[in-house]
């Protein structure tokens, strides 16, 4: 069976502006498509930031990757996806002016809201500000209609003195990102208590500390094992505990290197036991 088509016309667009989408900020910002509208070709995503506190709507590995950067980013405040450029009018002017074809719908012929794959705001020494992304495979950069597109999007941002630029898969797919998404997948959402009641990241964190010192070669996730045996935990907690401390910051080690689960402990800076080597 062949995806189903994804279709707006008048009457879902004014229903999607009725519903907020597109406005807001933080966890109350709604994106304009969402993962359950929208057929993909590709792997899509639904994942939780613990910077903006929901839920975030993603459409491709590429932007899920994009989405990881920002999180990362201790100086982004706020991180909007699916950002719908809603005055139409004003686009259909654009791309009048740009001598091209302003987007629409195959089905119903309306003309197509226009999105920004991300708006974020980020903290700068001179203020807040905000910054415009658009997220595509580099090799859609050498198809026209592509080209077209992106310029109309990148002319309604320029008239609101608006950063715009462009990331590819290029400079998203990397060890990097690889390793922020095996962080992020454990990134905490809440306190995790064991049995007893205790915080078990503030347990592991405790034996890690002991651990570096008692023995800094062993691989961590070896180390993870033995607190997890040391502490009468469930196999994999310990390692759990550790992304979330990572993810937390608490924790540090060189993210851009492969397979940091098999890195020497010596390898992370954890507090109380001395900086990173």
Sequence with gaps: MGKRKYSLDEKRI???????????????YLPWHRVSDVPSSG????????????????????????????????????IREQFPLLDRRETLEIAALCGVKHPTDPISGALWVITTDFVVTVSTPYGVETIAVAVKPIDKLSH???LEKLEIERRYWERRDV??????????????TQNLAWILD????????????????AAVLRE?????????????????????????????TALAALRRLLSAKLIRADLHVENISELPVINFSIPGSGALQ
């Design 43 to 78: 792997r899509v995503h639904r994942v939780f930031c613990p910077k903006t506190g929901r839920v975030h709507q993603l459409l491709s590995d590429n932007e899920y990757y994009a989405l990881l950067l920002f999180w990362w980013d201790d100086t982004v405040i706020d």
């Design 163 to 176: 950063k715009w630029s462009i990331l590819t898969d290029k400079q998203l797919k990397t060890i990097f």
């Design 144 to 146: 026209v209609r592509t």
């Design 208 to 236: 890690l500390v002991i651990e570096k010192e008692v023995r800094p070669q062993a691989p961590i996730q070896l180390v993870c094992s033995i607190v997890d045996h040391k502490l009468n935990y469930r196999a994999g």
């Design 14 to 28: 004014a229903s999607f502006i009725k519903e907020g989408r597109g406005q807001g900020e933080g966890k109350d």
């Design 186 to 201: 454990k990134a905490p959402q809440t306190i995790f208590l064991d049995a007893r009641g205790f915080d078990i990241d």
